[in-house]
Structures are given as structure tokens and as C-alpha cells.
T-cell receptor, first 115, second 110 residues
Framework: EAGVAQSPRYKIIEKRQSVAFWCNPI?????LYWYQQILGQGPKLLIQFQNNGVVDDSQLPKDRFSAERLKGVDSTLKIQPAKLEDSAVYLC?????????????FGEGSRLTVL | SQQGEEDPQALSIQEGENATMNCSYK?????LQWYRQNSGRGLVHLILIRSNEREKHSGRLRVTLDTSKKSSSLLITASRAADTASYFCAPIYNNNDMRFGAGTRLTVKP
């Protein structure tokens, strides 16, 4: 079974530029999550999708971050414009059921460096 | 804050020794999950323990849950160098909210 795929693995940009990350969850998984993990900290939920609807985006900085999950399958997370403090690893995860009733499967992450 | 709080922040042991990590949380939970993260990688699910369970085993892992103390512990027995990683607890609250703590960084020296 293929795991959660993310790209790109690494991205370096200047502040005020834009960047987009892509995630393809495990086939059939209804729920998709984007997390931000700053060095030395635990992952922080940015947004949770159930199929193609948003369940929780309370911690998403909506003035600069946006995410979509078209057709309830893969998803993109965009940052525009980027700030220095956005330097982090962006993790995508998926789960089969609704909410946190079972385990989350994580991708390898996309490491963003903002200069 | 709703997140789990792991203790200690860092732990260094010799191969073969046991490693114990603790997690505390604030309010009632549905279940609690433990994850491992190797350096530069994504998180990997280790074990899920439900609020009505007190202990669970998986291979060399043993997880306990004490809902009266709002705490959980993860024990890794006979540790190996490959167990070197960060370990996160993730309490799942009754509002279906899950927050990761800062994790425990475990180093197992060969």
C-alpha cells in the first residue's frame, strides 16, 4: 500500500515570495490534515479536511495561508507571501475514519526555508 | 492548552536499558495516541489506548493510561540504537481535538 506522498521535499525561498506544497493521501482515506512543525516543537494542526470539506482551520493564518482539497483526494497548501517565521516542515497526514478515532499516516514532510 | 505535555524533554540511555516517557494532559479524553519521529522524517503511529483501557502492549512497547491522574506513560524495553527518535503523545479530547506536545527526544547509545 502506497503511503502519503508529499512534494517538494525541500524548498528555499525569499521572504514575500509564494510557495505551494502538494499532498496525495493514502487511497480511500477520507480525512486529510496539514501540520506545521517548527524545529524542536511538535506538529501544529493547520487544517483538517473531511473529504473535500473543511472540518477545522482555526489555527490556519488565513491572511497568508490557503489550502484546498479538490475532489476529496489530493490537496495543496499555499503560503503567500512567506515570512521568515514560516520556516518549518509541513507535514501532511491522512486517516481512514472521521476525526481522530484511528491512527494518522504521515508523509515525509516538505521542509521550507524562508530567507 | 489542550496539548499533551511530555516529560522528560530529552532522555539519553545505553542500549539494552529501558526508556520511560511520560505524558500529562488537562481534560477528559476519548483516547490517547503515541507517535515516533525519526530525524527528518514523518511521524509513525505506535499505539492507541482508549480511555477505558489501563495498559496496552505492542512488542517492546508498553503504554499505560491513568485517567484519574490525566497521565500516560510509554515504556520501551531493551532499547536499541534504532529507537533513537522523538516520541510524541497526542491526547484526543471529547471535542475530537488532538494536539501534539513538544515530544521527548530519546537517544540510545550503542
Amino acid at each position: 500500500e502506497a503511503g502519503v506522498a508529499q512534494s517538494p521535499r525541500y524548498k528555499i525561498i525569499e521572504k514575500r515570495q509564494s510557495v505551494a506544497f502538494w499532498c496525495n493521501p493514502i487511497s480511500g482515506h477520507a480525512t486529510l490534515y496539514w501540520y506545521q512543525q517548527i524545529l524542536g516543537q511538535g506538529p501544529k494542526l493547520l487544517i483538517q479536511f473531511q473529504n473535500n470539506g473543511v472540518v477545522d482551520d482555526s489555527q490556519l493564518p488565513k491572511d497568508r495561508f490557503s489550502a484546498e482539497r479538490l475532489k476529496g483526494v489530493d490537496s495543496t497548501l499555499k503560503i503567500q507571501p512567506a515570512k521568515l517565521e514560516d520556516s518549518a516542515v509541513y507535514l501532511c497526514a491522512s486517516s481512514a475514519g472521521q476525526g481522530y478515532t484511528g491512527e494518522l499516516f504521515f508523509g515525509e514532510g516538505s521542509r521550507l526555508t524562508v530567507l | 492548552s489542550q496539548q499533551g505535555e511530555e516529560d522528560p524533554q530529552a532522555l539519553s540511555i545505553q542500549e539494552g536499558e529501558n526508556a520511560t516517557m511520560n505524558c500529562s494532559y488537562k481534560t477528559s479524553i476519548n483516547n490517547l495516541q503515541w507517535y515516533r519521529q525519526n530525524s527528518g522524517r514523518g511521524l509513525v503511529h505506535l499505539i492507541l489506548i482508549r480511555s477505558n483501557e489501563r495498559e496496552k502492549h505492542s512488542g517492546r512497547l508498553r503504554v499505560t493510561l491513568d485517567t484519574s491522574k490525566k497521565s500516560s506513560s510509554l515504556l520501551i524495553t531493551a532499547s536499541r540504537a534504532a529507537d533513537t527518535a522523538s516520541y510524541f503523545c497526542a491526547p484526543i479530547y471529547n471535542n475530537n481535538d488532538m494536539r501534539f506536545g513538544a515530544g521527548t527526544r530519546l537517544t540510545v547509545k550503542p
